[in-house]
C-alpha cells in the first residue's frame, strides 16, 4: 500500500475544491472498488477525500413527480425503497441482481455509477492497458476477449461498463448531478455521462477534474411492465456476460438498455420503435454495427433471446 493522506469533507463543494486541487485525490464513500484498485496498486491516488459526511443519502420526490437519489443512497437502501420498487422496478430490479447483499449494504448511488472495468487485462498489472497507462496498448486486442464489447470499442480498448445500475438508469433517462470545485453545479443526462473508449479510454467519464457527483434524478414513472435479465456464468456475485433492461408499454412499444456489449450501456432511442414488431428486429437495430470477435460473438444472439423472454412476458 502507498501513502496517502486523508481527509473528511465539510460540504459538496469543499469535496470538489480539494480534489481539484489535486488530480492524484480520491473520493471515498463504501470503498468496493477503490480499495480493491488500491491493493493491487491499478489506483494508487495521494490523498483521499472522505465523502460520508455530507447528508447525501436521502431519497426524496422532485417537483416534477420524479426522484432524487442521494449520492451517498446506499444500493441495498435504494433497491428496497417502495417507491423505487413500485415506480422504477426494472432499478431495484437491477441492484439487487449486481451483487452481495453484504456489498450492497456498503456501495453507493455514485460510486456505483463510477466503477472501473472488469477487464481482466485492467487487473493485471504485467500487461499493458490504456485504461491504467495510456498509450501502452491493450493487451485484450488479440487476448482472451469472451467477456469484452462487442460494440462501441475502438482500437485502443475493447473493455466493458459493469454497472448493472447504470443500464437501469440508461433505460429510465436518469439524470446526474454534480458540483464542481467552484460551487457551479451542472445535471448531466446519463446518456452522456460514460463515454465510449476512442482514443482516450481513461477518461471514462464526462466528469472534469474535482467534479463531484451529488445525486441523480429519475424522470417521473413512465409505468409499463419493467424488467432486468441478467445472463452471467455463475448464479450469483458474478458481473454480467449480457444484461437487458426493458420497459414495455400496452401497446408494444418499448425502451431497452443493454449491458455487458459496450463501454457503457448501451442504448439507442431510434431503434426502439422496430421492437413493438417483436425481439428479432429490434434486437438487429439495438446493436447494429456491432463487431464482436469470435469468442463473444454469442452476446449478440444472447441479448436477442434476453430481450425475447423480457418482452413474452411483458406482453403475456
Known amino acids: 500500500m502507498k501513502a496517502f ?18 488530480p492524484e485525490a480520491r473520493f471515498i464513500a463504501g470503498g468496493t472498488n477503490l480499495l480493491d484498485l488500491m491493493k493491487l496498486q491499478i489506483e494508487t491516488p495521494t490523498q483521499l477525500i472522505d465523502v460520508n459526511g455530507l447528508g447525501l443519502n436521502k431519497i426524496e420526490p422532485t417537483p416534477e413527480g420524479g426522484l432524487r437519489i442521494g449520492a451517498l443512497v ?27 447483499g453484504q456489498l450492497r449494504n456498503k456501495a453507493t448511488t455514485a460510486g456505483n455509477l463510477l466503477q472501473r472495468t472488469r477487464c481482466p487485462y485492467f487487473y493485471d498489472t504485467a500487461q499493458p492497458c490504456n485504461k491504467r497507462t495510456p498509450g501502452s496498448g491493450c493487451s485484450a486486442i488479440g487476448g482472451s476477449t469472451r467477456g469484452l464489447a462487442v460494440i462501441g470499442a475502438s482500437e485502443h480498448c475493447i473493455a466493458t461498463h ?15 448531478e454534480t458540483v464542481k470545485a467552484d460551487g457551479t453545479t451542472r445535471a ?36 409499463g411492465a419493467q424488467s432486468y435479465r441478467k445472463v452471467r456464468d455463475r448464479a450469483s456475485y458474478a458481473f454480467a456476460l449480457i444484461s437487458v433492461a426493458s420497459v414495455v408499454q400496452p401497446d408494444g412499444s418499448a425502451r431497452v438498455a443493454v449491458g455487458g456489449v459496450a463501454h457503457k450501456p ?11 414488431r417483436g425481439a428479432r428486429p429490434g434486437t438487429a437495430a439495438i446493436l447494429a454495427g456491432a463487431k464482436p470477435t469470435d469468442e463473444n460473438a454469442f452476446k449478440i444472439p444472447l441479448v436477442e433471446r434476453a430481450l425475447g423472454v423480457a418482452l413474452a412476458e411483458a406482453r403475456s
Not at 465539510?10 to 489535486?22: K, L
Not at 446506499?74 to 452481495?100: C, E, F, M, T, W
Not at 440508461?170 to 439524470?175: E, F, I, Y
Not at 448501451?266 to 413493438?276: C, G, H, I, L
Open 5 to 22: 493522506t486523508y481527509e473528511r469533507a465539510t460540504t459538496p463543494a469543499a469535496a470538489a475544491a480539494a480534489a481539484a486541487r489535486n
Open 74 to 100: 446506499l444500493n441495498a437502501d435504494l433497491a428496497a425503497d417502495p417507491r423505487v420498487r413500485r415506480d422504477y422496478a426494472v432499478l431495484s430490479r437491477a441492484l439487487l441482481a449486481g451483487a452481495s
Open 162 to 176: 459493469p454497472s448493472d445500475m447504470a443500464v437501469a438508469m440508461r433505460v429510465l433517462d436518469a439524470t446526474v
Open 188 to 223: 448531466i443526462p446519463i446518456a452522456e455521462f460514460h463515454r465510449l473508449p476512442g482514443d482516450t479510454p481513461h477518461i471514462e467519464t464526462a466528469l472534469e477534474t474535482g467534479e463531484f457527483i451529488t445525486a441523480v434524478t429519475l424522470p417521473p414513472p413512465v409505468g
Open 266 to 276: 448501451w442504448r439507442v432511442e431510434a431503434a426502439e420503435a422496430e421492437v413493438k
